[in-house]
């Protein structure tokens, strides 16, 4: 029993992790696909090359799943390999009888210029790959040819991350802030429940549901700077990047203060049915249903949630810790106003 307890606790989340990597990498291993074939033909009916080998690869470079910026990155692509290859080029100028100074120099060159442009790891890689390629296999092919080639497969790339698949930067704010105030309205749910069945070993449940919510705020974070750089480096995002600004900010600062006044909370409402001291304030259980209810009607964009109203003054009728935890109560019902107010702006 024990043992089936600790595999399902570490295999979870493990399963839970390699879902999230497969639902955000494989539209752009598709796209990257998509594209590298799309880049090889064109190249070779523009130019008429027979193995357009760098057009495919430079709209895989462009389009891999993990990057920040698509559109950077192809920038970036372009602009390192166009410095090689002129670093190569005056490489070429010494002696032939010195190949590994040849090849010294111009690596060294290559990357030290190109990382002087600032513009990420991209460039000064594929600046000193280049130099290396134009001294290897000579300037026929390594020069012009597959400068050529760069251009098409990069072109391609930003043409599915500018124009074809660029995503709506404020549905990926809007999507991972739905998954964070889910797992809170659940925790809440959870920490209802407790209070009906006074069920102290439900209570601490809900605080472990309010902890995994953690990984959803990350996501949230990570989100907000997807949706910036997406704001910054797409034609769709330039369009809403005010917009975006806003959102983000107000996000940024209610999401951290929702969840945080949430996880406080669950802690001493699990704090005050593990000591049993005294019974719930008479108001709890309504004004935990309509946080429960609030945080889902955010999430599924349904309506604006009205808290219940409370009365102040149950804060000195009630033990200690029943007072602490009406106290974080109230500021979870603060964030979300505040939250709700940034969804209704969104």
Known sequence: MLSKVFFNRFTTPLIERIQFRWTTAWRDALASAIAAALAWILAKHLFG?????FAAISAIVCLAPG???????AVGLMVGVAT???IGEAALWLPDGYPLLRIGFATFSAIAIAALYGLGAVVPIQAGVSAVLMLAVGPESAGVVRMLDVVVGAGVGLMFSQILLTPNPIGIIDDSAKDLLEKLAKG???????????????????????????????????????????????????FASREVKDIASRYERHAVRLYASA??????????????QGSPPAALHERLASVASGCAAIAGDTQQPVLAAYDDQQVEAVSAPWQICLQHLSTVESALQSFSASAQNT
């Open 263 to 276: 996880l406080l909370f669950s802690e001493a409402f699990a704090d005050a049915m593990r000591k049993e």
């Open 67 to 73: 990057l920040p910026s698509h559109g950077k990155q």
């Open 188 to 238: 809440f749910g959870q920490s209802l429940t407790a209070l009906e069945k006074n069920d102290a070993k439900s209570a601490q449940h809900a605080v472990f549901i309010f902890s995994g919510a953690h990984d959803s705020l990350i996501t949230l974070e990570n989100g907000i700077a997807s949706a910036r750089n997406t704001a910054r480096w797409t034609l769709r995002g330039r």
């Open 84 to 86: 090689g290859i002129i």
């Open 49 to 53: 090359h027979e193995h357009p080998v």
